[in-house]
């Protein structure tokens, strides 16, 4: 694998990072507010929502482009 693939694939990870990062707030503020979740805990859920969504978004599109670098 040479740096060009790689960057292409550190920058899928960082864009879908932060594109599920920005989506997993938004629907995890709607659902703390829709399910009525207590106090603080709204905070915590929202960030939990907000990791998770920016990890799993990331990871596919880090594996997408490895999987597009490689035909290149």
């Not at 829709?34 to 905070?43: E, H, N, W």
Request: include cysteine; proline fraction near 1%; aromatic fraction near 10%.
């Amino acid at each position: 694998m040479d740096n060009k693939c790689l960057n292409r694939v550190a920058n899928g990870c960082a864009i879908g990072g932060a594109l599920g990062g920005s989506m997993g707030a938004l629907y995890g503020t709607y659902e703390a507010f829709r399910y009525k979740v207590p106090g603080a805990l709204k905070i915590r859920y929202v960030g939990q929502t907000t990791l998770s969504s920016a990890a799993v978004f990331g990871l596919f599109l880090g594996a997408g482009s490895l999987i597009h670098c490689g035909r290149g």
